[in-house]
Nanobody, 125 residues
Framework: QVQLVESGGGLVQAGGSLRLSCAVS????????MGWFRQAPGKEREFVAA????????SYADSVKGRFTTSRDNAKNLVYLQMNSLKTEDTAVYYC??????????????????WGQGTQVTVSS
């Protein structure tokens, strides 16, 4: 059974940094796409970033390009979202997701098969 568990959220001041982690288990993820989404209160869940587990390609939302970076540690089965230069509008619950597609990267929520429980990120001014 595929399991995704996020960690690393918290409270940070604007301009600061946080690194989220997503521990993955239950399957071989070498052909998966690993995505990050976020959902702010009263808003739809939105795409943030994604990468093919192989590292061959990545995709970022325009709102986070140049500030966020996603990566993975094969040995530890961890996916990371490094968030720098955080803004108050980055405040949201952040979710890790996995997609079994073999080609391309999905940016829609419906494209992902598995989800973590989410971790809260709060950026104060």
């Amino acid at each position: 059974q595929v399991q995704l568990v996020e960690s690393g959220g918290g409270l940070v001041q604007a301009g600061g940094s946080l690194r989220l982690s997503c521990a993955v288990s239950g399957h071989t993820f070498s052909s998966y796409v690993m995505g990050w989404f976020r959902q702010a209160p009263g808003k739809e869940r939105e795409f943030v970033a994604a990468m093919r587990w192989s590292g061959s390609s990545t995709s970022y939302a325009d709102s986070v390009k140049g500030r966020f970076t996603t990566s993975r540690d094969n040995a530890k089965n961890l996916v990371y979202l490094q968030m720098n230069s955080l803004k108050t509008e980055d405040t949201a619950v952040y979710y890790c997701a996995a997609d079994q597609r073999r080609f391309g990267i999905a940016t829609l929520r419906s494209g992902y098969d598995y989800w973590g429980q989410g971790t809260q990120v709060t950026v104060s001014s």
